[in-house]
């Protein structure tokens, strides 16, 4: 069919037709948005001022599109050709930057000098974003201008092409939120968006073949295109006349309604800013979180716009509609101020009242859309009568509409910044709110002139000065109410009230200290713990914390320089300046986490004082991508992986980074903390950093749901002897003696998966990417703790198998593993002693059946011990000890002279016959030893003992150590201070008598510890 054979459409296939179009450009403009945004944070930064600069371009390549949409239609309102233009190129160059945006990290890595200042990421922004925005901006226009064909309905319309474009971006905000990016990941959802774009261009294609456009109809009758093309060439001279049967752009409002065109999308954005930044903390600072308050906002818009639709040309005077509409505004706006201040006691009781997931975030979502939903509606109602006031007539719907959409639009990013950069983090969300409330509440006062009637003249004002007056009475924000009813500390959720020893509104979140006994702080970020602070013992530090920064030093063989992502607490930091490293690195993204620290210490935190550390303020990510230096050391604390702006640094892609960032034999710690997490995100975060880092040794600590990874491109060794070195650093020693541990076995305790055990836990696992954001999106939706085959910690322990004989040198590795199985048995953890000697059995047969023998001797295992040696004819002397001793303890001493012929050592065959003679009771004897060792004279004071009391006594006083465990020597202590009458000595032994006593399986021939120290 031919253009001149085309039937002409009716006006609600047009309306129909824009409707579908504008609907879902407004999907896919929001689900490029949302992409792209996230796409560029990763190698912009991610802090506020780098996301906010991202958020301009892509706002000012909108306003762009709007201003220069009059251009873009003029001559050309015939048919779609103008709007399937753009269509076409929002989807190519938005399908086109997909592999420019992921590949964008690379580009800056080799070109640091691009993305180290912000005007810098603003123009880069800007030249890869200007083309598609530009489009997006002009769409709703462009649409506006094509469609809208008579005067009659240009109010009508307007509303109604707004409200569905707006409603377009409600379902992208929300399908991109919860569905596309969950689904598909950032790239897969850049995809479905160009589907969209195509499949509106094919459709525009078909349909614009077949379309003939009704003529444009002035209220005085039909006008040519060509006709109105002419008019908006040349603009006729403003008129204050009401006549709606010129062709002239009748708008005698126009300068006011382009005032409130301004504050309208100032306030509207820096109010959701607000809002947002309140109410993150109670939806989760997540991806679902951000999605559910944009999608609410929105909404509330588009349903507005929608309402208004067929009263806007009912409207006897729209200056009056307005100036009602924005008082009502303004007290909505202070009402949901009010209304935000019960979030907390709403918090409370969904905490007091577990439900189903499903249920839980429907409260937490209605809760808010009940928020939101009124002043969000009366912003979409408003839109639409101010564009009629600016524009006036059809003809300045042309000329005007871009116009004012682009001023809207660069109102936003205005407030945007503002409210971000200035307004909260100087004077907090409260103020905000209320200042927008008081700036809606004087734009009134513009039309009031205009309004015809007295009574309503009146009434506005009297009315806006009411609403404002309101402004203290109502309730307002307190965060402190907030933080507390948050629920994820354990002290919070048993019901005990924080005491806030700093409370800030930062830029990345609400950052929080907070103590329950005055004594041990918490950093929190939006209510999540992220530290534990000691503030009366520096050295009482969190050991995974410490472990973090101390285990790469440990490891590496000569470590100079090192790198912290995120300060936190400050507890890595400090553990790094005990060492000798000679620079120290760290970049924190929230400069009020500092803030925090120093408000607990009365001034500057110690650490900082080091002389040797650098502290900066930026994205971590971005500093390592942009700067070309090189570490020995890199560890990173950030805060959770499901938090939005912390889950890039737990990608494949940030641990490449780090990779090309540490020196060939660099080492670089990871910190995931157990909380929140489930076994599928685990397994994925552990398969991305194994798959980047060759050699990998991991620690943890279970009790605290902490897990460290530490990786390096060369091979990982626990060297005892320079661990041990290390670990006796004067300030590092008093650290870990806080924490029990006092040699480089003990250090042990903690090990974790070895990387083999790590690989068969992984399985088939997919990677955490810069595009899944797996992390983010799985652990956003967790709100139990997750149970079965999805608790990480029983997936721990079900793949622990304490495989450490790979990290060991081999060298030392008999000797040292038998001595740490020792450290195992005498904590009680005689099932990680007998994982172990499985494992050295393998290595060196002796010390293995050494370890097993006495791993069954400490259990009281003695028949079985006895067996288990004559199994064997060749044993380590200390295992030929403990034979002797099981056999005088089953009554068979006579069997033991055998035994002791084949000790090798002098002194310990003295030993064993001193014993021997204890055993028989035969005291002369044993009185009249000869010892040659302090072990053997303990047994010979035991025999002077029955004599000489007091002599005995006085020399084992000085032999015994203050945490022995050996029950002979004791008992013997004990009746020596019973003699002397000395309460406090006898108190002291009879408490380790008791002690030792009590813990099985720790007596040996020498007893305790000594057991360990006369063995070969």
Request: hydrophobic share 45%.
């Amino acid at each position: 069919m031919s253009k001149d054979q085309a039937i002409p459409i009716t006006d609600s296939k047009l309306f129909y037709i824009s409707a579908a179009f504008l609907l879902f450009s407004g999907i896919a403009s929001l689900t490029y948005q949302v992409t792209w945004v996230r796409l560029l944070g990763l190698s912009m930064g991610s802090t506020s001022a780098a996301i906010s600069t991202v958020l301009a371009a892509f706002f000012l390549g909108l306003a762009l599109g709007s201003y220069l949409a009059e251009r873009i239609t003029r001559n050309r309102i015939n048919n779609l050709r103008p709007y399937i233009y753009l269509e076409i190129v929002i989807g190519l160059s938005g399908l086109a930057l997909l592999p420019v945006l992921l590949n964008l990290d690379a580009v800056m890595a080799l070109m640091p000098t691009l993305g180290s200042s912000l005007p810098m990421k603003f123009v880069i922004t800007m030249v890869l974003l200007i083309l598609p925005t530009l489009c997006m901006g002009a769409t709703f226009p462009v649409m506006a201008s094509i469609m809208i064909r008579r005067q009659g309905e240009m109010g009508v319309r307007m509303s109604q092409l707004y409200s569905l474009n707006t409603a377009g971006a409600v379902l992208g905000a929300s399908l991109s939120g919860f569905v596309f990016i969950p689904a598909w990941g950032l790239d897969g959802s850049i995809y479905f968006a160009f589907i969209i774009n195509l499949c509106i261009v094919l459709a525009g294609l078909y349909i614009n073949r077949n379309l003939n456009l009704p003529p444009i109809e002035m209220a005085s009758g039909a006008v040519s295109t060509e006709d109105v093309a002419a008019n908006v060439a040349e603009p006729a001279a403003e008129t204050v006349a009401l006549d709606q049967g010129s062709d002239k752009e009748q708008a005698p409002l126009r300068w006011p309604a382009l005032i409130v065109l301004f504050f309208t999308g100032f306030v509207a954005i820096a109010t959701e800013v607000g809002w947002t930044k309140y109410l993150v903390i109670f939806a989760g600072t997540t991806i679902y979180g951000f999605a559910a308050i944009l999608t609410i906002f929105l909404m509330g818009i588009a349903a507005g716009s929608w309402a208004i639709k067929s009263h806007i040309e009912k409207m006897t005077s729209p200056q009056t509609a307005m100036a009602v509409g924005l008082v009502l505004l303004g007290a909505s706006l202070l009402v949901t101020r009010a209304g935000l201040s019960l979030v907390p006691s709403v918090y409370q009781a969904m905490n007091h009242f577990p439900a189903p997931d499903f249920v839980v975030h429907s409260v937490k979502y209605g809760f808010i859309f009940l928020l939101l939903i009124v002043p969000t509606f009366i912003f979409g109602a408003l839109f639409p009568i101010n564009l009629k006031l600016y524009c006036g007539n059809l003809t300045g719907v042309r000329s005007r509409i871009g116009k004012a959409y682009a001023v809207n639009t660069l109102a936003s990013i205005f407030g945007s910044i503002l409210a971000g950069f200035w307004i909260i983090p100087e004077l907090g969300t409260d103020w905000l709110l209320t200042a927008m409330a008081g700036i809606i509440l004087v734009l009134p006062l513009l039309f009031v002139p205009s309004i015809q009637q007295l009574v309503p003249r009146v009434a506005v004002v009297v009315f806006a000065v009411l609403a404002f007056s309101t402004t203290w009475a109502l309730p307002h924000l307190d965060y402190e109410k907030l933080i507390s009813s948050v629920g994820y500390d354990e002290d919070s959720k048993a019901g005990k009230t924080p005491e806030f020893l700093f409370l800030k509104e930062g830029k990345a979140g609400v950052v929080s200290m907070i103590t329950f006994d005055g004594v041990h702080a918490k950093l929190q970020n939006n209510g999540l713990n992220e530290s534990f602070i000691d503030m009366e013992d520096p050295h009482n530090a969190l050991i995974v914390e410490s472990l973090l920064g101390l285990m790469p030093y440990f490891l590496h063989e000569d470590p100079k320089k090192a790198f912290v992502v995120g300060f936190g607490g400050g507890i890595t930091t400090r553990a790094l300046t005990l060492t000798d490293l000679e620079s120290i690195r760290v970049v924190e993204l929230e400069p009020s986490v500092v803030e925090a620290g120093r408000a607990i210490v009365d001034g500057e935190i110690p650490a900082l004082e080091d002389p040797r550390v650098q502290l900066d303020f930026n994205d971590a990510r971005n500093t390592l991508l942009v700067e070309n230096k090189s570490y020995d050391i890199i560890v990173a604390q950030p805060s959770h992986p499901w938090r939005a702006g912390a889950a890039n640094v737990f990608t494949r892609e940030f641990f490449e980074i780090v990779k090309s960032r540490l020196n060939s034999d660099g080492i670089y710690g990871q910190w995931i903390n157990l909380f929140n997490m489930d076994v599928t995100t685990l397994r994925a975060l552990m398969n991305s950093y194994v798959s980047v880092f060759p050699e990998v040794i991991s620690f943890a600590n279970l009790e605290s749901g902490d897990l460290l990874l530490f990786g390096s491109r060369q091979k990982l060794v626990f060297d005892f002897d320079r661990v041990a070195d290390r670990m006796a650093r004067e300030n590092i020693k008093k650290l870990l003696a806080k924490h029990d541990l006092y040699s480089s076995e003990q250090l042990l305790w903690y090990f974790g998966l070895s990387r083999a055990e790590m690989l068969t836990a992984i399985g088939d696992s997919p990677f955490n990417t810069d595009t899944n954001i797996m992390s983010e999106v799985r652990l956003s939706r967790l709100i139990k703790k997750p149970e079965g085959d999805e608790d990480p910690y029983e997936f721990l322990r079900t793949h622990y198998n304490f495989d450490v004989l790979s990290y060991v040198d081999k060298e030392q590795a008999p000797k040292r593993l038998y001595k740490l199985g020792l450290y195992f048995i005498n904590w009680d953890s005689s099932d990680i002693a007998q994982k172990l000697a499985k494992q050295l059995v393998t290595m060196d047969p002796l010390w293995g059946r050494a370890l097993e023998y006495e791993i069954m001797w400490r259990a009281n295992n003695f028949e079985g011990a006895i067996h288990f040696y004559n199994e064997h004819e060749d044993w380590l002397d200390g295992t030929r000890l403990l034979q002797i001793a099981a056999l005088s303890k089953t009554n068979r001493v006579n069997e033991t002279a055998p035994i002791v012929g084949k000790l090798t050592d002098e002194k310990n065959r003295r030993l064993a016959k001193a014993y021997i003679l204890f055993i028989k009771k035969d005291w002369r004897a044993l009185a009249r030893v000869k010892p040659v060792s302090d072990n053997e004279r303990k047994w010979q004071l035991i025999g002077l003992a029955q004599t000489d009391l007091r002599s005995a006594g006085e020399q084992l006083d000085k032999l015994i150590k203050s945490d022995s465990k050996e029950i002979p020597q004791l008992r013997v202590l004990v009746r020596y201070a019973a003699e002397l009458g000395d309460a406090n000595k006898m108190d002291k032994y009879a408490r380790l008598l008791v002690k030792a006593v009590d813990k099985k399986g720790q007596v040996c021939t020498a007893g305790g510890k000594d057991c360990e120290e006369k063995k070969p």
